[in-house]
């Protein structure tokens, strides 16, 4: 772990430009983290409009003097007193008072232009010692304070609006604090989309600098929501909000993926998996009716079809029998010698016919059956369908299970295996061309990291041929990063963090961490 790291599953959430929701963000994932069952903290780093510390104004007015505060903890050995939201987990406003508080960054400075930390180090120990996690919400843009926080998180969060001045932003942004945000502990997340712009953003592998994440849902139950300063979690049942932000934190928080799991399944996860059980039964249940329904609907068919014929042949041969005198002649001599058998003859015949009615009749009273209850079993079926479509969590989590197929996460390490096995053997001596080989190689890695991050287990239809050849690239990539790690490319440790990153969520997914 870097030096300055705290010690605790930590993030870090920035943006480029404000009102692009990373406040609504940070307070989703603390709700979701204390949900869970951890122990956290929520710092507003947001020195400048102190946007989560208006958010539980009212909460801070009724313990004022009681709470410190960001400010206080920078340039004195102040103590940690967070406040204990009603939500469930612990706030470090920035200031105890929005309204006059000014904060001066340059009284703060060391001679090399960062944020005077000797208190900062007691405050990490105090983290340490009674948190799990720690979320800090930056200020938007560039400031000081964000640097500092981005420093001591373990990870970090970038939140985009899909436009133009949001990616301008970002690269101001990256120019000022690009070398503390690594490539495999940073991801980028585009907020306020609707869901036809969800679907589309949710296939987006790679960022303008870093992996995406998957789009959150963002409705105008989301907007009420923190319009009355409550925040949509995992157990709300009116919006997906909570769920989605879980989904992310899978990345975001590893060290507390079996809370958060235990936590998706116990609110939802159990619930989408009993009603895809129902309709995964009802289907087959229906394809054996549909099966037998149309057996019977055949065979009656066929019967339909040959009695009529049965008849016509009868009747052809009776007719021309009958006009053939000797013919006749002979037939009625053998009948009247053989009355018995002529008789029996007859009822037979009389018998087999009923027998062919009656069982047509059995048959489309058999068939009307069926029909009844695929009726009904098509009734259960729009019925939970309909229920995954309009419940908000359940609908945003059957958006979660679909899983990419191993074909295709096997596909995209290939690209980028190909991409690192070119490039460690040499190609090429043309700059020009070795540039797009390096771009194109990025490219691969990111769509790679985006692809395996939002993976929480392997495909369903994994194989073992399938799982051999992963592993294989996993081990492979393993070599790659050390030979990145130690060559004298001037890009090569950032590669190599890059590989080393996919390399993480591959060995993850697979179970063997």
């Known amino acids: 772990m870097a030096k300055n790291k705290l010690p605790v599953e930590s993030l870090a959430v920035i943006s480029g430009k404000g009102g ?110 009674e948190y799990d996690a720690v979320v800090f919400d ?49 991801w980028q997340v585009f907020n306020k989309l609707s869901e036809e712009e969800r679907e589309i953003y949710e296939k987006v592998a790679s960022g303008t600098f870093f992996a995406n994440l998957p789009p959150l849902p963002f409705d105008w139950q989301v907007k009420a929501a923190f319009a009355t300063c409550r925040v949509p979690s995992v157990l709300s049942t009116d919006s997906a909000f909570g769920l989605g932000v879980l989904r992310l934190m899978h990345t975001l928080f590893p060290g507390s993926r079996t809370q958060l799991r235990c936590l998706e399944n116990r609110t939802v996860g159990n619930w989408y998996d009993d009603i895809s059980g129902n309709i995964k039964r009802l289907e087959t249940t229906r394809q054996g009716l549909s099966r037998i329904s149309h057996r019977i609907e055949s065979i009656r068919d066929f019967a339909m079809y040959l009695m009529p014929m049965i008849l016509f042949l009868t009747t052809i041969g009776a007719v021309l029998l009958l006009k053939s ?31 062919v009615l009656m069982w047509m009749m059995r048959s489309r009273h058999r068939v009307t059956s069926e029909d009844k209850n695929l009726e009904k079993i098509d009734k259960d079926l729009t019925r939970f369908r309909t229920l995954i479509a309009t419940d908000p969590r359940l609908r945003e989590y059957a958006r979660k299970r679909l899983n990419p197929s191993a074909k295709q996460l096997l596909d995209t390490l290939l690209v980028m295996h190909g991409g690192l096995n070119e490039t460690v053997q040499g190609g090429s001596s043309d700059t020009m061309v070795q540039m797009e080989h ?25 194989d073992s041929d399938l799982r051999e050849r992963i592993e294989s690239c996993s081990n492979d990539f393993r070599l790659y990063s050390h030979h990145f790690e130690g060559s004298r490319r001037k890009d090569g440790q950032r590669i190599s963090n890059l590989i080393r990153g996919v390399n993480e969520h591959l060995i993850r997914i697979m179970g063997n961490d």
């Not at 000797?118 to 010692?129: E, G, N």
């Not at 005198?325 to 009923?354: H, N, Q």
């Not at 990025?442 to 239809?461: G, H, N, Q």
């Open 325 to 355: 005198a000797p013919m006749a002649a002979a037939i009625s001599d053998w009948l009247d010698s053989r009355s018995t058998v002529a008789i029996g003859f007859v009822g037979v015949l009389t018998m087999m016919t009923t027998m």
């Open 438 to 462: 390096m771009r194109n190689l990025r490219t691969a890695i990111s769509e790679a990291e985006a692809l395996v991050s939002r993976m929480d287990r392997m495909p369903d239809e994994i």
């Open 20 to 129: 692009s929701g990373k406040t609504v963000i940070s307070l989703g994932m603390c709700a979701v983290l204390s949900e869970a069952g951890l122990k956290v903290l929520f710092v507003d780093c947001d020195t400048a409009t102190h946007g989560a510390t208006y958010f539980f104004e009212a909460e801070l007015d009724a313990h004022k003097g009681q709470v410190s505060c960001l400010m206080d903890m920078f340039g004195k050995d102040a103590k940690l007193h967070p406040l204990q939201t009603t939500i469930g987990f612990d706030f470090l406003p920035s200031t105890n008072d929005p309204a006059s508080s000014i904060f001066v960054e340059s009284q703060f400075m060391n001679h090399e232009g960062s944020l005077n930390q000797p208190s900062m180090r007691s405050i990490a120990k105090t983290m340490l010692d």
């Open 138 to 186: 930056c200020q938007a843009g560039y400031s000081s304070v964000a640097r500092w926080a981005s420093e001591v998180s373990q990870r970090h969060l970038i939140v985009l609006e899909a436009d133009a001045i949001s990616s301008s932003a970002l690269r101001v942004l990256f120019l000022h604090i690009g070398k503390v945000l690594g490539a495999h502990n940073t």
